[in-house]
């Protein structure tokens, strides 16, 4: 009930809002489809930023002015910017800054408020004078205690997908795209980067230029501020780290040079100049965030041994699928992910052969079926093309955009070969560069370019059916390893015999470790547990996708050595993909929601905001 009122006003507000389309002085198409933004750009549209703030760690607040130059399309009398937490001070026009007035509409869950700028029908610039709030949902500010070196404060921004509002006044949509120049003044003890042109060291006043040539979406504005340090890889990436964790990813992330090779000789040329990584402190929410030429990544995917790297695959190919070409709207967020984890494998198949690329395939697959059975086969949830209208898009991050994207987009190879698709791709994310696009331009460009009239083909690929049903249609494949069903065989002689030394012959990598995780039995006793311990090491596993998957099972079957590790586990790593399964299988029982409870409150101060809002709802009056 509490929840349908936090609701109503969002779906009263958006349901006065319709989709209305105009085009800018180039021709590009502008449209308010967006029901996660208030902006109006078919009246008047952002084009660049030219943004100058200071990081003040003491106030954790963020403070200065975005001056946004602007095309006023339908000569309007005002512009609207997202805000949310934000404290507007002063909002003035046109290069000789001339003083306008401006108001902020009523406050509206997860979207913030509306910021109305009176403009007139020449306005060329408009400069907004502001200053973050304390609780600013995109930023986590961090003591030197959560980080890696323990001597300096961090901070970083989580944009994706509507949080960019709460730390910069933007049109915070995906199909709104500008580039930018920032300054951004920090302690001089510390390095500011941004999702742009990097420094590569630290500069004796703190105070950093940035430049973003190309445009982009305001949800991939990105800006970290710390101790730290850049190591190149080869000409045209590197990494930047704490100096203390430098070492250890720029030997983890070595093969970033040929993942670029790989991905260029997939689907184009790299259009974005360098690509670097950062790695940031173990609070991170995510595995890995796309930031143009910088991509964010957690310090969990350094397991000492490259093998899960994928990761970065992952986030590399993003620089074709979602920030070359992007989704208009969150319901359209298949289109950035789908084709993200197809490309990722097909990088990964390249770089480190095709048994590695099938694994992955079927583990994905595997979440992919855990996740249409916790939704259920019809949930409307399961659609690729989602509704996420009249709640946090954030919220609705689940496998299917991922891996049901990916098993269309893979049944789709499947059925016209490799060769045609790959053309089709490359010609797609050319043609596309720089534009955001809807599932349904989406659907139009492949009738017209890969289908072409060509009726028995159409129904093969049963398209419709893909993108707007619940649950999985008939046509999608069921890939085999073979260096799984070796596994199977060993696992069938344990459930027979009893006895964990069947499967001392278990290849050691991680994908085949994490397969057989998941397919111990789930009739497994305690001693049979400790003996698997005791051969594999899983409870004391440097590896974070090993952990969290032995941890599932150590909660599941109340295996007690496993609990001090669990609470380790839980108390430094805020990746939100790792907690929320624990965190979910812990309360599962009445103690152990106790036990949830009692880490969970000791845990909350390191985690960010998009992991605890998740958490919260689960664990509801701590
Ligand atoms: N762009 C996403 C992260 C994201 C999605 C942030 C939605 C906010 C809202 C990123 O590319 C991603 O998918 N990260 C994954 C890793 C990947 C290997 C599947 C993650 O963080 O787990
Ligand atoms: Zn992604």
């Not at 915070?172 to 580039?179: E, L, N, V, Y």
Request: overall charge negative; charged content about 25%.
């Amino acid at each position: 009930m509490k929840k349908f009122f936090f609701i109503l006003p969002v779906i009263l507000s958006l349901a006065c809002q319709q989709t209305k389309t105009g085009s800018d002085s180039m021709g590009t198409k502008v449209s308010s489809s967006d029901t996660h933004s208030f902006s109006q750009p078919q009246n008047a549209v952002v084009k660049h930023l030219d943004l100058d703030i200071n990081v003040d760690f003491k106030s954790q607040v963020i403070s200065g002015k975005a001056s946004w130059q602007i095309e006023n399309i339908a000569k309007a009398e005002e512009i609207v910017f997202d805000t949310r937490q934000l404290l507007i001070e002063k909002v003035s026009l046109g290069d000789d800054e001339k003083e306008t007035s401006f108001s902020l509409g009523d406050s509206v869950q997860y979207l913030g408020k509306a910021l109305k700028v009176r403009i007139e029908s020449n306005t060329e610039r408009v400069t907004i004078y502001y200053r973050t709030s304390k609780d600013a949902a995109a930023l986590q500010w961090l003591n030197p205690q959560q980080t890696a070196g323990k001597k300096q404060p961090f901070l970083f921004t989580q944009s994706q997908a509507i949080l960019a509002r709460t730390w910069i006044p933007c049109q915070d949509s995906p199909g709104i795209r500008f580039t930018y120049n920032a300054t951004v003044s920090v302690p001089k003890e510390l390095m500011a980067v941004m999702g742009a042109e990097n420094p590569q060291e630290k500069n004796a006043e703190g105070k950093y230029r940035f430049r973003q040539p190309h445009p982009i979406p305001s949800y991939l504005m990105a800006l970290a501020v710390g101790d730290v340090a850049f190591k190149a890889i080869d000409q045209r990436s590197g990494v930047y780290a704490e100096p203390v964790t430098l070492q250890k990813a720029a030997y983890e992330f070595a093969d970033m040079g040929k993942m670029i090779t790989a991905a260029e000789n997939l689907y184009g040329p790299y259009k974005w100049g360098r690509y670097d990584v950062l790695v940031l402190p173990p609070s991170f929410p995510f595995g890995g965030m796309e930031n143009p030429m910088l991509t964010f990544a957690t310090p969990t995917v350094i397991a000492g041994d490259r093998s899960l790297v994928s990761l970065i695959a992952h986030e590399l190919a993003h620089s074709w699928s979602g920030n070359l070409v992007t989704n208009a709207t969150w319901n359209d967020f298949w289109l950035n992910e789908g084709f993200t984890v197809y490309f990722e494998r097909r990088i990964v198949e390249a770089v480190y052969g095709k048994d590695e690329a099938v694994m992955q395939e079927v583990l994905g697959s595997q979440d992919l079926h855990s996740t249409l059975e916790d939704l259920g086969p019809t949930s409307p949830d399961t659609r690729l093309k989602a509704d996420f209208t009249g709640r946090d898009p954030d919220e609705g991050v689940s496998d299917i955009a991922y891996e049901k994207g990916f098993a269309f987009i893979r049944s789709i190879e499947e059925t016209v070969g490799r060769e045609k698709l790959d053309a089709f791709l490359k010609e797609y994310f050319q043609s596309h560069a720089f534009q955001s696009v809807t599932t349904e331009e989406f659907i139009a460009y492949l009738e017209e370019h890969l289908i072409k009239g060509d009726k028995s083909l159409e129904q093969k690929l049963d398209l419709k059916n893909w993108i707007y049903k619940p649950g999985l249609p008939a046509n999608a494949l069921n890939i085999e390893s073979g260096k799984f069903q070796a596994i199977d065989a060993l696992l069938e002689k344990f459930k027979t015999s009893g006895d964990v030394s069947t499967l001392s012959n278990v290849n050691r990598s991680t994908n085949e470790l994490l397969y057989l995780i998941r397919h111990l039995p789930e009739d497994i006793s305690a001693p049979q547990l400790t003996a698997i311990d005791k051969e594999f090491e899983f409870t004391q596993s440097g590896n974070s996708e090993i952990q969290a998957a032995w941890y599932m099972l150590a909660i599941r079957k109340e295996y007690k050595p496993a609990y001090p590790q669990i609470e380790k586990f839980l108390t430094e790593v805020g990746r939100r993909k790792f907690l929320l399964p624990l965190y979910k299988e812990m309360i599962k029982t009445p103690a152990g929601k106790v036990w949830a409870k009692k880490i969970y409150s000791n845990a909350r101060p390191n985690y960010h905001s998009v992991a605890y809002h998740s958490i919260d709802e689960l664990l509801p009056g701590r």
